[in-house]
């Protein structure tokens, strides 16, 4: 750098605070420089004004204005470091056949460049930047080191070189565009925000692999499932075969018993007709003397089987057997249906989305606070103003504000977005009824409000076990209680959206919505009249579990 310019010294460039190149610089009347981003946020967070190299004292915060010329010479130097590392960029040199830049004019036989003209967006040789030394009105062009891609580097508009970045817009600035329309803005210089880029891409790459190792090791275990549930099946299938099977032998030999007995039992019942028949005929002798010579002895009776030694019960041990068997199947058809369920689940997306689209939502949390100013009378804010309930207690607050809701039982939150997405979640656990949403800055706070999107609200609202939307009033959107509610703005693309963060359900969006101001959370914690209902409000941290 010092042999490109030996006058600017990257020391005298740097601001104090950050120890980066100054973005913005400013002059405090003691003759120090800093970022004016830099000594901003200092002074913000000390309770006096003083600066931080010298510590002189000011009675009254100085009004500062970017200094213009310590803006050029860190442009200049900013310059330089873009057009070093440009020339010095491996991956150019190999793109352009070891890093030579050709003249643009040259017709046969391009020559290298030795300059590029940032108003000329044109790169010459020596033969062709000849007129840049010679007329008036090109001698007054800014020549900087050779640079491909002139027209991507440059500001379209200040043809200067695009050496910062807005961190709150997302584009590249020159230094022009950075002191006129980025004044309070987060502006850093181009090198600081690629490696922080970079640092978050690597991070999201990180967290890219561990989703797709979550979902190899979920499609692991599907897949394990399916193997060890067929082999279930075949092995039931054979333990099913080989118990009826034996049910069969079991009621085979039982019936060859039961016919055995039935043989028995009527060979019997013959020889008992018999001797029935004799019994008959001995009882019809008249004759004394006759009937006692020829009567028998009456204990004398055929032989026969003891019936109760056999018990012919082998159908209530098989109802026995089928009935454990029936519950055995009953089980295994219930464990079957759950796994077709989940395959089900995981063959729809629909579980998984769910969850994958929540997880991308919570990445843009921001951390958000009430306004006691803007709170209705009856609220209660709690003292880290992360919580609203509401007190049937009159006179809670007796001086009136006027950015306070005297219509609705409503806070807004402190700070408004107009960043391209923002997420926050609340915690309303049993309550019976509130509503939640975002406002425009501008909406109506005095008298009676309707919460519609034409007027400045986006919110929903329950009331003992359905949500409903203030665009149609009773027509329920969802249905059950939650717990924990996500909100998530995609400012740019026009869509608020509501989750069951506990089941990564949705709960209704709000869509083609159009904002041209920033959004504050709105909160309702709504009074007693369904119940009890005087629990809070809470603005809760997001919890990242896999």
């Known amino acids: 750098m010092a042999s490109s310019n030996p006058l600017l010294s990257e020391e005298q460039l740097l601001c104090p605070i950050c120890l980066d190149v100054l973005t913005q610089p400013v002059s405090t009347p003691c003759g120090h420089n800093f970022c004016m981003s830099c000594i901003t946020s200092y002074w913000n967070d000390v309770p006096v004004s003083q600066c931080p190299v010298c510590k002189e004292t000011f009675l009254r915060r100085p009004d500062l204005k970017v200094n213009t010329f310590i803006s050029q010479l860190a442009s200049q130097f900013m310059s330089l470091q873009v057009t070093d590392a440009h020339i010095r960029s491996p991956e150019q040199q190999q793109a352009r056949g070891g890093g030579a830049v050709l003249c643009d004019i040259c017709t046969d036989t391009q020559r290298e460049a030795v300059k590029s003209c940032l108003e000329c967006l044109t790169s010459y040789c020596n033969v062709h930047l000849e007129p840049h030394h010679r007329v008036a009105g090109l001698k007054r062009h800014t020549l900087v080191e050779p640079l491909a891609s002139l027209e991507d580097r440059v500001c379209k508009e200040h043809f200067r070189l695009l050496t910062s970045f807005c961190r709150n817009d997302r584009v590249l600035l020159c230094d022009v565009c950075a002191g006129l329309r980025h004044v309070n803005h987060d502006v850093v210089p181009v090198q600081r925000a690629y490696e922080e880029m970079k640092a978050l891409l690597g991070d999201a790459e990180a967290k890219v692999q561990q989703i797709i190792q979550a979902r190899l090791q979920k499609i692991?275990?599907?897949?394990?499932?399916?193997?060890?549930?067929?082999?279930?099946?075949?092995?039931?299938?054979?333990?099913?075969?080989?118990l009826v099977k034996v049910i069969e032998e079991k009621q085979k030999a039982a019936e060859e018993q039961a016919d055995g007995f039935i043989s028995g039992m009527k060979r019997e019942i013959t020889e008992l007709q018999k001797t029935t028949m004799k019994l008959r005929e001995l009882k019809q002798t008249e004759d004394p003397l006759s009937f006692l010579q020829s009567s028998p002895n009456p204990s004398i009776l055929p032989h026969t089987m003891d019936l109760s030694i056999f018990s012919f019960n082998k159908q209530v041990e098989i109802h026995h057997i089928l009935k454990s068997l029936s519950k055995s199947v009953s089980q295994l058809r219930m464990l079957l249906n759950k796994m077709s369920t989940e395959i089900q689940k995981v063959s729809d997306g629909t579980d998984v989305s769910n969850d994958a689209t929540l997880r991308y939502m919570q990445q843009y949390e921001v951390d958000v606070v009430l306004d006691p100013d803007t709170a209705y009378p009856r609220l209660i804010?709690?003292?880290?103003?992360k919580q609203v309930r509401y007190s049937e207690v009159s006179g809670l607050r007796r001086n009136q504000n006027p950015n306070m809701f005297t219509g609705k039982f409503a806070v807004l939150g402190q700070r408004g977005f107009s960043s391209p997405k923002f997420y926050f979640e609340v915690f309303v656990g049993g309550k019976t009824e509130w509503n939640l949403g975002v406002a425009k800055a501008s909406a109506q706070r005095k008298g009676k409000l309707v919460?519609?999107?034409?007027?400045?609200?986006w919110a929903i609202q329950f009331v003992k076990d359905k949500f409903d939307t203030f665009s149609?009033?009773?027509?329920?959107?969802?249905?059950?209680?939650?717990?924990?509610?996500?909100?998530?703005?995609?400012?740019?693309?026009?869509?608020?959206?509501?989750?069951?963060?506990?089941?990564?359900?949705?709960?209704y969006s709000f869509t083609e919505c159009v904002f041209t101001e920033e959004l504050y959370p709105y909160f309702n914690p709504c009074n007693n009249e369904y119940g009890s209902n005087l629990g809070p409000m809470i603005i809760v941290p997001v919890s990242r579990t896999e």
Do not use: C, M, W
């Not at 692991?220 to 299938?237: L, P």
């Not at 919460?451 to 609200?457: A, H, N, S, Y």
């Not at 909100?487 to 506990?502: E, H, L, N, T």
């Open 381 to 385: 804010i709690s003292d880290d103003r």
């Open 451 to 457: 919460l519609r999107p034409q007027f400045g609200f």
């Open 220 to 242: 692991r275990a599907i897949e394990q499932s399916k193997t060890e549930t067929k082999d279930v099946i075949a092995n039931s299938v054979q333990d099913l075969a080989a």
């Open 472 to 507: 149609s009033p009773s027509v329920p959107v969802h249905l059950g209680k939650v717990e924990r509610v996500g909100v998530f703005v995609d400012y740019d693309g026009g869509q608020i959206s509501f989750y069951d963060v506990q089941t990564a359900t949705p709960i």
